[in-house]
């Protein structure tokens, strides 16, 4: 049959490709942009070169970010990935509880980031908040805007509250999507728990476990709301994560240059390590077929 | 190995089974003996896959015991009744080597390494899979899928019973053949107990000393192949088994003679007066297509299947199918059918009907 040659179907994808570059091609050049220039005002503009990243590189201001934030998201990785599981493996598989588990477990992810953040602001507040009140008269000194670990604590609670739920309910479509068959056969082999769940539902989660992961590296490589309301960054820079830094740099400081070359690596580092991430999960699953 | 008995068997999976037909298993009463190998025949939906998880285990019965020799296994976990199930969707440990899928029923049960090496080698072996040993399961096909469920079954020679559940479904014809030449070998030399479910009346034929039907959560009938020709107990039976299956035609019984529209024909034995739906079962292997003999009938289409020849006809308005010799000549003027009386059985309700001698 003679293809029918037609360019009009270019005119389709036309709005999304004015809707990125609007929402995403324009605001970043500007970034970039910025990142190559100095300014003394006035809005008049020149030429810096590779001076902000060079003078970023060598500040140790955002290296000691930087490890925080890894720091943070190592923590609640190692947090949520296994605790979500562990609450996957522990739902009831069918009937109204399941429906239930399901619409409670959905609750946190409803509300937004910096509702959550006053909520926990305020529960963990000595005065007033329920758990930081009952800690403090239970005798443990908790006071999460003076105290370091107290405020790590806080922040890395409050994710899990808030994120677990999302690894839990991936692992739980996982599990879902696990034949009977298979536990049956686990039961005639004679298979201890522990290897049903090593043996049949963890790879069966894989995939899905996998999208969890990075999902969750992102989102907590970025966060920003959550601990900027309840801590603000502090005491200190305690909890400064990376992007509160830049939010401070660039609009507490004004210094749009440094900041801006400051979110262009930023923006490449979480490129990079998801792309690593990516490659190296699809490349354990490719070697085990 | 073991005796099993199933005492008042039913199962339902629904929470309150009120009517017979909420059940997938009707009650049963049967003792499967100790090293007899079973075919388990029957149209899907009627609850071979449920018979066989209640034996193993991975089903409580709504009512009912079963018994292991003399043990009362009804609430026992499967662990504690150590039998071999392969089902009918192939598993396989994604994860793990060939090897390790086929070792993993026997390091569960803590077996030395040496044992399970060599035992490991020798089922892959009956399973064409020596080659394979150190693949990971993953991305294989699924007849290799399928040969490893069927190899994690048979790994296991203590076992009680058996069961296999569709086991050669997906596996090709030849190697179908090979497989359950192995499974008979298999059964020859350790003499377990066991039943195979199967779709094909052949593979059923050619397997087993016993062949149990089931139609519709009911066992219709149990007996050897040759009973199940001669003398299906349920239409549902004629029909299943046999290629063609058995001609069913309705028909009005006094004494002896079995009436067709009007006409008649011999029956061997007598019956007294059936109520209910009354029909007449007749193989295609016991009627005889001839000039002169027997009643009318209007022959439709003629097929040579090979060994025999296979002619479709229509017999006072039903169809019934007709079996001739391979060289027997079929003419054109051929069109009169006559019943072999001592193998036509008559039915009331669906069941065979046994006569008196006239
Ligand atoms: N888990 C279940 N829940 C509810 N009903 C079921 C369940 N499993 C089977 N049934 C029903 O019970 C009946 C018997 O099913 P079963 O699987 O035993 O049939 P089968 O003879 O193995 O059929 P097939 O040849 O298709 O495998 C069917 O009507 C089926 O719909
Ligand atoms: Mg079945």
Known sequence: MEKTVNQKAWFLVLPVLLLVAFSAVIPLMTVVNYSVQDTFGNNQFFWAGLEWFREMLSSERMWDALGRQLMFSGIILAIEVPLGIFVALNMPKSGFWASFCLVLMSLPLLIPWNVVGTIWQIFGRVDIGLLGYTLDKLGINYNYTQDTIAAWVTIVVMDVWHWTSLVALLAYAGLKSIPDAYYQAAKIDQASRWKVFRFIELPKMMGVLMIAILLRFMDSFMIYTEPFVVTGGGPGNATTLLSIDLVKMALGQFDLGPAAAFSIMYFLVILLISWVFYTVMTNLDKREG | ?358
Request: a negative charge; proline letters at 4%.
């Open chain 2, 1 to 358: 190995m073991a005796k099993i008995t199933l005492d008042n068997l039913a199962h339902s999976y629904l929470p309150n089974p009120g009517s017979e037909d909420d059940y997938a298993l009707k009650e049963l009463n049967h003792v499967w003996d100790d090293g007899a190998a079973y075919a388990l025949l029957g149209s899907s939906g009627c609850g071979k896959s449920t018979l066989l998880n209640i034996i193993s285990g991975l089903l409580q019965p709504s009512q009912g015991r079963i018994l292991f020799d003399d043990r009362d296994v009804t609430h026992e976990p499967t662990a504690a009744r150590n039998i071999a199930q392969v089902f009918q969707f192939p598993v396989v440990y994604d994860t793990m080597t060939v090897r390790d899928n086929l070792a993993f029923p026997l390091r569960n049960r803590g077996r030395d390494e040496r044992y399970i090496a060599e035992r490991v080698q020798e089922i892959a072996r009956m399973i064409g899979m020596e080659e394979m040993l150190n693949r990971k399961a993953r991305g294989l096909t699924a007849d290799a899928k399928q040969k490893i469920s069927l190899g994690r079954g048979m790994v296991r020679k203590d076992v009680n019973a058996l069961l296999f559940d569709e086991p050669l479904t997906v596996i090709d014809p030849h190697m179908k053949w090979e497989l359950r030449t192995q499974l008979k070998k298999l059964h020859h030399d350790f003499g377990h107990t066991m039943i195979y479910v199967t779709h094909d009346q052949t593979e059923a034929l050619t397997f087993a000393d016993k062949v149990v039907v089931m139609y519709d959560g009911r066992v219709v009938q149990i007996g050897t192949p040759e009973e199940l020709f001669e003398r299906p107990e349920h239409t549902f039976v004629g029909y299943f088994i046999g290629s063609p299956g058995m001609n069913v035609i309705p028909a009005r019984i006094d004494g002896n003679k079995a009436y067709v529209n009007g006409s008649y024909v011999e029956l061997a034995q007598g019956y007294g007066p059936l109520n209910g739906k009354v029909e007449i079962g007749v193989r295609p292997e016991y009627a005889r297509l001839s000039q002169t003999d027997g009643l009318p009938v209007k022959v439709r289409r003629v097929e040579d299947v090979g060994r025999h020849k296979i002619i479709r006809a229509e017999f006072f308005g039903h169809d019934i199918n007709i079996i001739a010799g391979e060289d027997e000549r079929i003419s054109a003027d051929m069109n009169r059918v006559s019943f072999d009386a001592a193998h036509v059985n008559v039915y009331a309700n669906d069941w065979r009907v046994q006569g008196e001698a006239a």
